[in-house]
């Protein structure tokens, strides 16, 4: 069948919603909305429900149909759904890999009952808005969009008269509007369900009907100060200016709004200091926080899991309460997506884990700023912390680095040491002999996590060495380093290498080595011609224990690691071998009292410059022998 424009039609409004234009079109033509969209070419459509979808705009094929029966270009259509805010307003348009998170953050994508302006409704003086209304405007349906500007107010979200919500759930089902196979309503008019009238609920249906241009004296919360406001409204100013392209495109601004928003709401009420709002907006937060909590509450009483409880991650409804939480939440965001406040986030991090550990997880799960994600991933004793629940998610790098894992040699190399940490094992609680084998391997786990992410053990993992090595490192230095400040000097002297890191333009690539070298050993013809002159007055190193030796000191100059993790000495454990007499000549090698030993001395020398030799020939990706 062709389908053939209406006789009549409306131009639509400025930032006029697909809801609100069809209201307004239905009523002008004494149809009902869901008539309305059977001629218009969106096809049969149920008595009690329009398609939820319809919001975000329509499918090409309707989308065309649509245009040519109300007369309207395409462009003007799409202007009509919410898709057009896709690339500004990302939670839209956010896919994730994990299935909860997507429902978390879709609760910020757009709600289905808008909030609304009475003024802006009321429209201009034009003949056809005096009749019909001014514009249910599309951001409306957008969380984030809370206050009217225009006329410095906050939006309302219920029917002053009947108090309820201006698109309520229908038998538990989502619809474009209530009741959409009413026709005769007014488009300003609310459509909740009225009183039931004096025959009983079996009479027919009648809405509430009030008129939601209108605003009887019910004004803002009477806590809520001129200054509060004017914060409230300056805030949704820039939203808007955000959501419409005037401000140079982030796409992680709102994405990260309401992944602080949430966060707030899991870790309140807020550690002192941390946040300075005034007292109506903290108030307006706790409200909202405290409801939502009390459900919370009252779900785990009756053995139901509180990590769906919608509240616990959607706007609050509220317009007052949404725009105090989103204002808190940037103001802890700061200004630079690149440089979110670490010191502020982490103490919300750490609360908010305490509290509701499975929803703090599944909320780092979400896509943010790689920043925001830094931010929230909790430091215990300088590293990141993987409790239960957070294993798979501390895999994010604690820094912006110009290195990469392959760069951080698995040993703090000795200079470096020397160069950045002369005199601090002093400063720990009764140091060992053992104190700087533990801060040299601890630093190189740090280098690791500012570089790739993943708590200490997946480093060592990623460096090439067991995880229990450190595990009982940390278990080493947590009561040494356990005051003082000891931990965030540690932070800052490991900042200081991996600031000269990024400034090295010829980074050695560690992990290249050690794989070339996992197989390799010191070739009998090499160590014939390092050794055989000094046989006579070294004995021990004679034959095959030395070549094992020797192997074994130069794969540990070449890779910067700790000899016992090398794959001679791994291998041997590995087979039940014994390894005591290699161990012991190995040793001797590093003793002090023996670095004075001329035969000792030679060796030694030699070694490092075929060490040197070989690690040129692998860094330019030559074949050993």
């Keep these: 069948m062709t389908l053939r424009p209406l006789a009549r039609s409306l131009a639509p409004l400025p930032e006029e919603s697909?809801?609100?234009?069809?209201?307004?079109?239905?009523?002008?033509?004494?149809?009902?909305?869901v008539r309305l969209a059977e001629l218009a070419g969106l096809g049969p459509q149920k008595t009690d429900r329009l398609s939820a979808d319809y919001l975000l705009g329509f499918a090409p094929e309707p989308a065309a149909a649509f245009a040519t029966a109300v007369r309207l270009d395409a462009a003007e259509v799409a202007a009509l759904g919410l898709r057009r805010f896709e690339d500004s307003y990302p939670p839209l348009s956010t896919t994730f890999r994990n299935r909860a998170a997507v429902y978390f953050a879709s609760a910020w994508a757009f709600t289905l009952s808008t909030r609304h302006c009475p003024a802006c409704l009321a429209g201009n003086a034009s003949p056809i808005q005096r009749a019909l209304g001014g514009a249910w405007k599309s951001t409306w349906h957008l969380p984030v969009v809370f206050a009217c500007p225009d006329h410095g107010t906050l939006l309302k979200h219920l029917c002053w008269q009947c108090g309820a919500p201006s698109n309520p759930i229908h038998r538990r089902r989502a619809t474009l509007v209530h009741r959409p196979g009413a026709a005769g309503i007014h488009p300003l008019a609310c459509r909740a369900d009225g009183p039931d009238a004096p025959g009983g609920p079996s009479v027919r249906w009648r809405p509430c009907g009030a008129r939601l241009d209108e605003d009887p004296g019910r004004g803002h919360d009477a806590r809520l100060t001129a200054e509060a406001l004017n914060h409230l409204v300056d805030l949704q100013q820039q939203l808007l200016e955000r959501l419409n392209g005037a401000e140079p495109h982030d796409p992680w601004f709102f994405p990260d709004l309401r992944a602080v928003s949430q966060l707030?709401?899991?870790?309140?009420?807020?550690?002192?200091g941390i946040l300075t709002l005034?007292?109506?907006l903290t108030d307006l937060i706790d409200d909202h926080v405290s409801a939502v909590h009390r459900q919370a509450r009252a779900r785990h009483a009756d053995g139901n899991p509180h990590l769906n409880l919608p509240a616990l991650w959607s706007a609050p409804a509220e317009a007052g309460q949404c725009g105090a939480l989103l204002l808190a939440a940037r103001i802890l965001l700061g200004t630079d997506s690149q440089a979110r406040p670490r010191e502020k986030i982490q103490p919300l991090a750490q609360a908010a884990f305490v509290r509701h550990p499975g929803p703090y997880t599944t909320l780092r799960r979400q896509s943010l700023s790689p920043a925001l994600a830094r931010a929230l991933v909790r430091q215990v004793h300088g590293f990141h912390a993987a409790g239960r629940t957070e294993k798979a998610n501390v895999r994010v790098a604690s820094r912006d680095c110009r290195f990469g894992i392959e760069h951080v040699?698995?040993?703090l190399p000795r200079h470096w040491y020397d160069e950045h940490f002369a005199g601090f094992a002093d400063r720990l609680d009764c140091p060992t002999g053992y104190t700087v084998r533990h801060l040299r391997r601890a630093a190189s786990l740090k280098l690791a996590e500012m570089a790739v992410g993943g708590s200490y053990p997946q480093c060592a993992r990623r460096l090439g060495f067991p995880a229990e090595k450190a595990v009982s490192t940390m278990n080493?230095?947590?009561?040494?380093?356990?005051?003082g400040g000891l931990?965030?000097?540690?932070e800052t002297r490991v900042e200081n290498i991996a600031r000269s890191l990024d400034d090295d333009h010829a980074r050695t690539d560690y992990e290249r080595r050690r794989f070339a070298l996992v197989d390799w050993q010191v070739p009998a013809v090499h160590w014939a011609a390092l050794f055989d002159d000094l046989s006579p007055r070294f004995s021990r190193m004679a034959g095959?224990?030395?070549?094992?030796?020797?192997?074994?000191?130069?794969w540990t100059e070449i890779t910067q690691a700790e000899y016992t993790h090398s794959p001679v000495l791994t291998g041997m454990r590995r087979s039940g071998a014994d390894t005591t007499r290699l161990?012991?000549?190995?040793?001797?090698a590093y003793t002090p009292a023996n670095q004075t030993a001329t035969v000792r001395v030679v060796l030694r020398a030699r070694l490092e410059t075929y060490a040197a030799r070989l690690a040129a020939r692998i860094d330019q990706g030559q074949h050993v022998d």
């Design 476 to 483: 080493k230095l947590r009561p040494q380093m356990a005051g």
């Design 409 to 411: 040699p698995p040993f």
């Design 278 to 280: 005034p007292e109506p």
């Design 544 to 554: 095959q224990d030395g070549q094992l030796a020797a192997t074994v000191l130069v």
């Design 18 to 33: 697909v809801a609100g234009y069809l209201l307004r079109l239905s009523f002008r033509l004494h149809r009902s909305p």
């Design 264 to 272: 707030i709401k899991l870790s309140w009420p807020l550690p002192e």
């Design 487 to 490: 931990w965030a000097d540690f």
């Design 583 to 588: 161990i012991d000549n190995i040793t001797q």
